[in-house]
Nanobody, 129 residues
Framework: QVQVVESGGGWVQAGGSLRLSCAASGRTFRNYAMGWFRQAPGKEREFVSAIRWSGSYSYYADSGKGRFTISGDNAKNTVYLQMNSLKPEDTAVYYC??????????????????????WGQGTQVTVSS
């Protein structure tokens, strides 16, 4: 069993910053990539960002480009999401996910939630105007 645990969510005013953390642990597993997704009330879950460890490629949804930065440590199975200049529309539950299978380069692979095998329970981010 693999456990994925997010932390760092909270309440912040518009324009503020938050740093989300995620750690995966448990039985031995191949960690090929880690990603962040979010789900706002009444909406579908959507891609936020991902990092492919091989080559350290990172991917971002248009909504977060220039404001969000993904980083992490493959050896420690940890990933972070630094979110700056937060907007009320960033309010959502943020989920961390682990991909254990190979995929070529290209955002279409890493932005697809069905490519991820293990998920955390989510952490709430609330941005007030």
């Amino acid at each position: 069993q693999v456990q994925v645990v997010e932390s760092g969510g909270g309440w912040v005013q518009a324009g503020g910053s938050l740093r989300l953390s995620c750690a995966a642990s448990g039985r031995t597993f191949r960690n090929y990539a880690m990603g962040w997704f979010r789900q706002a009330p009444g909406k579908e879950r959507e891609f936020v960002s991902a990092i492919r460890w091989s080559g350290s490629y990172s991917y971002y949804a248009d909504s977060g480009k220039g404001r969000f930065t993904i980083s992490g440590d493959n050896a420690k199975n940890t990933v972070y999401l630094q979110m700056n200049s937060l907007k009320p529309e960033d309010t959502a539950v943020y989920y961390c996910a682990v991909r254990t299978t190979f995929a070529p380069l290209g955002s279409s692979y890493y932005s697809n939630e069905y490519g991820y095998d293990y998920w955390g329970q989510g952490t709430q981010v609330t941005v007030s105007s």
